[in-house]
């Protein structure tokens, strides 16, 4: 069982930036890979970025790609979202999530997620 909370959402004008953290409970967080996705309202949620359980692979929707980086801390226990030149579109919720797949590349699929956060949610102004 991994337990996950999400910080460090907030307002923030466009251009501006945001860093999430999640922290994770449990001994075996290393074990998991671990991934960011977020929810507007009225929409689905929606895969943002992942990183492998190694740490070795990460990958990120296109909508994000180059602003936002995903990096793990696993002495930590945690693992963390950099949002740079935030866009109005990236107003939502966002959650953490881990995983038990053990794969080189990390799972995109919300259904591939098996521990979720409660979320944190982002606003960004125009």
């Known amino acids: 069982q991994v337990q996950l909370v999400e910080s460090g959402g907030g307002l923030v004008q466009a251009g501006g930036s945001l860093r999430l953290s999640c922290a994770a409970s449990?001994?075996?967080?290393?074990?998991?890979?671990m991934g960011w996705f977020r929810q507007a309202p009225g929409k689905e949620r929606e895969f943002v970025a992942a990183?492998?359980?190694?740490?070795?692979?990460?990958y990120y929707a296109d909508s994000v790609k180059g602003r936002f980086t995903i990096s793990r801390d696993n002495a930590k226990n945690t693992v963390n979202l950099q949002m740079n030149s935030l866009k109005p579109e990236d107003t939502a919720v966002y959650y953490c999530a881990a995983s038990r797949r053990r794969s080189y590349y990390p799972p995109l699929g919300v259904n591939e997620y098996d521990y979720w956060g409660q979320g944190t949610q982002v606003t960004v102004s125009s």
């Open positions: 990183i492998s359980w190694s740490g070795g692979s990460t």
């Open positions: 449990g001994r075996t967080f290393s074990s998991y890979a």
